[in-house]
């Protein structure tokens, strides 16, 4: 009667454990992650610049800013595990800089390690993420809010990033500055 029972058991029990799995269970194992976030500025009217960050593991993360309304990009950060890519699309201007990243230039990083696992950790929580600015390293933008939200894990196309010549090398400081942050 025991062994009668066993068999369909155990089948009701593999049925039910494999319908139950999680969206982001292995987000870690996964190399793609997308996910928008909304960096909220702690100012009277509250201004929010929204973007889309995208990470490849190991091997890039992109975060573009967008502008409200038109969509277009402001700004992008390309980091790479050996440096920092940060290009002003509205002034033409572009910075590269290897880690660690000095925190007086108002971007903080110690390794891309550490920023990626940041990153695939929020995912994780299934629901939006808060964090403060300077948790990404972004203390040019003071006490700001970033909130991560809208995870996904399909694959997208990982283009390198092309700058024409009417892109101007900069300084980190100029660079920000000219963004006023």
């Known amino acids: 009667m025991k062994q009668r029972l066993f068999w369909p058991l155990l089948l009701i029990v593999l049925f039910v454990s494999s319908c139950s799995t999680s969206r982001f269970h292995s987000a870690s194992e996964k190399p793609y992650l997308t996910c928008r976030f909304e960096v909220i500025m702690p100012s009277q009217a509250h201004e929010k610049i929204n973007g889309v960050?995208?990470?490849?593991?190991?091997?890039?993360?992109?975060?573009?800013?967008?502008?409200?309304?038109?969509?277009?990009?402001?700004?992008?950060?390309?980091?790479?595990?050996?440096?920092?890519?940060?290009?002003?699309?509205?002034?033409?201007?572009?910075?590269?800089?290897?880690?660690?990243?000095?925190?007086?230039?108002?971007?903080?990083?110690?390794?891309?390690?550490?920023?990626?696992?940041?990153?695939?950790?929020?995912?994780?929580?299934k629901k939006p993420s808060f964090f403060f600015a300077s948790d990404f390293g972004w203390t040019a933008f003071g006490e700001a809010t970033i909130q991560l939200y809208k995870f996904s894990d399909s694959p997208f196309e990982v283009r390198p990033t092309k700058l024409s010549r009417r892109y101007v090398s900069s300084t980190l400081n100029e660079l920000l500055g000219s963004m006023g942050l």
């Open 53 to 125: 960050l995208q990470l490849y593991k190991d091997s890039v993360i992109r975060i573009s800013f967008r502008a409200p309304m038109v969509r277009s990009e402001l700004a992008l950060l390309v980091y790479s595990p050996t440096e920092l890519l940060v290009v002003d699309r509205t002034n033409k201007l572009y910075v590269s800089e290897a880690y660690p990243i000095d925190p007086a230039y108002g971007i903080h990083v110690d390794s891309f390690d550490t920023f990626q696992n940041r990153i695939i950790n929020a995912s994780k929580r």
